[in-house]
């Protein structure tokens, strides 16, 4: 069974720029979360795909967009951006109906964001 | 959004056995504990989690107060690579609505 993966796993990019985090969701699991983890906090929510749609949104500006494909992979797209973007973007993934409290999430390694 | 409070560090030898506490006096009736850590360079990982009875599983031992205002999360014997930032996390029971992290215990292991 292969778990979580992301890529890439670090990145540097400029204010202003666009940048496309992958995830591969562990074997099974049909949900996807995002996460900004900024120095020294702990992880704070995106948002979730159940199914290839969005279904939770945490408090994130719309320059944050993501997709699931059918295959329940997902991206994190960021447009224009900041410096406080810079972060470790971690993606969970967990099976079953979202919105139950027993689902565990599985995370992968993140991806390091450096925005200069 | 339920909020729990947890120390910001402590410190454990190894092979003792450790408590780290959790407040969460806003429970409502249908939220779980659960609970994290997160590894250095590494993303969360899964430890345990409960409602009302105390748990145990092959990592640790939960025990929850009887009004469920706070838990407890019991490591038996310390490692070194327990070493980590334990995460206590009431899971909200709405549809779509995910973890809430606060910024965790850092625990240290001494050799």
């Known amino acids: 069974e292969t778990g979580v993966t992301q890529s890439p796993t670090h990145l540097i990019k400029t204010r202003g720029q666009q940048v496309t985090l992958r995830c591969s969701s562990q074997s099974g699991h049909n949900t996807v979360s995002w996460y900004q983890q900024a120095l020294g906090q702990g992880p704070q929510f995106i948002f979730q795909y159940y199914r290839e749609e969005e279904n939770g949104r945490g408090n994130f500006p719309p320059r944050f967009s993501g997709l699931q494909f059918p295959n329940y992979s997902s991206e994190l797209n960021v447009n224009a951006l900041e410096l406080d973007d810079s972060a470790l973007y971690l993606c969970?993934?967990?099976?079953?109906?979202?919105?139950?409290?027993?689902?565990?999430?599985?995370f992968g390694p993140g991806t390091r964001l450096t925005v200069l | 959004d339920a909020k729990t409070t947890q120390p910001n560090s402590m410190e454990s030898n190894e092979e003792e056995p450790v408590h780290l506490p959790c407040n969460h006096s806003t429970i409502s009736g249908t939220d779980y504990i659960h609970w994290y850590r997160q590894l250095p360079s590494q993303g969360p990982e899964y430890v345990i989690h409960g409602l009302t009875s105390n748990v145990n599983n092959r990592m640790a031992s939960l025990a929850i107060a009887e009004d469920r205002k706070s838990s407890t999360l019991i490591l038996h014997r310390a490692t070194l690579r327990d070493a980590a930032v334990y995460y206590c996390?009431?899971?909200?029971?709405?549809?779509?609505?995910?973890?809430?992290f606060g910024p965790g215990t850092r625990l240290s292991v001494l050799p």
């Open positions: 996390i009431l899971r909200e029971y709405n549809y779509g609505q995910n973890f809430v």
């Open positions: 969970a993934s967990s099976s079953g109906t979202s919105g139950s409290s027993y689902n565990e999430q599985f």
